[in-house]
């Protein structure tokens, strides 16, 4: 039987400072994150869901149209994605040979994907995720909106996302999404991550 529960931090909550401080994590993973959760644990009781994977409920949820629970649901998956996708300064290593091969032919370089990361995030309109996706092992930059997920979608595996919700930058930045974006795209990806997650395509 699967248990939903509150994954660990890969990380120290300080270890993205200054870019992302250790309040934002407390609220943001220990408020946020855990809220989704512990709403999701009370929503699956009982039902259909009970006994499932975080990743089986996404899915079966979606499918299904159940907009609460799939709402807690991806947002959990989500989270858990994100902190999974971030890396402290300078320990993010580099992209694979293939992937690197792959950004080279979806982007032109690892600076253009960059941007192009960059920009989705800013331009996403409201709440949501900018993500780092292989679609039939070919690279692409999408966004979504809200609780929105790219996960369980056929043919589709994510590599890396940004959170653009604003408890996820709004201590630290304010108003200043692309300033946040910028540091986090450029200084914290976890493109080691991403390389295992594109050799698994």
């Known amino acids: 039987?699967?248990?939903?529960?509150?994954?660990?931090?890969?990380?120290?909550?300080?270890?993205m400072?200054?870019?992302?401080?250790?309040?934002?994590?407390?609220?943001?993973?220990?408020?946020?994150?855990?809220?989704?959760?512990?709403?999701?644990?009370?929503?699956?009781?009982?039902?259909?869901?009970?006994?499932?994977?975080?990743?089986?409920?996404?899915v079966a949820s979606r499918a299904a149209?159940?907009?609460?629970?799939?709402?807690?649901?991806?947002?959990a998956w989500n989270h858990?994605?994100?902190?999974?996708?971030?890396?402290?300064?300078?320990k993010g290593g580099e992209p694979s040979f293939a992937l690197k091969a792959a950004v080279d032919a979806a982007f032109g370089s690892l600076d253009a994907c960059r941007a192009a990361l960059a920009?989705?995030?800013?331009?996403?309109?409201?709440?949501?995720?900018?993500?780092?996706?292989?679609?039939?092992?070919?690279?692409?930059v999408e966004s979504t909106a809200n609780a929105d997920t790219p996960f369980g979608t056929a043919g589709v595996k994510p590599l890396l996302v940004v959170d653009v919700w604003e408890h996820a930058y709004y201590l630290d930045w304010q108003?200043?999404?692309?300033?946040y974006t910028k540091a986090v795209v450029e200084k914290h990806l976890d493109w080691s991550a991403a390389s295992r997650r594109f050799g698994n395509v």
Do not use: C
Not at 80 to 87: E, G, I
Not at 123 to 140: I, M, N, P
């Open 1 to 15: 039987m699967n248990e939903i529960t509150l994954s660990p931090l890969p990380y120290a909550d300080n270890a």
């Open 119 to 140: 920009d989705a995030a800013v331009k996403r309109f409201g709440s949501g995720w900018a993500w780092l996706v292989a679609k039939d092992g070919k690279l692409s």
């Open 17 to 58: 400072e200054p870019t992302i401080s250790s309040r934002t994590v407390s609220f943001h993973y220990g408020k946020h994150h855990a809220g989704y959760v512990n709403t999701l644990k009370g929503l699956v009781a009982g039902t259909k869901y009970e006994g499932l994977s975080l990743g089986e409920i996404v």
């Open 65 to 75: 149209g159940d907009t609460a629970v799939f709402n807690n649901a991806a947002q």
């Open 80 to 90: 858990d994605f994100y902190w999974n996708s971030l890396a402290p300064e300078g």
């Open 175 to 179: 108003n200043q999404r692309a300033a």
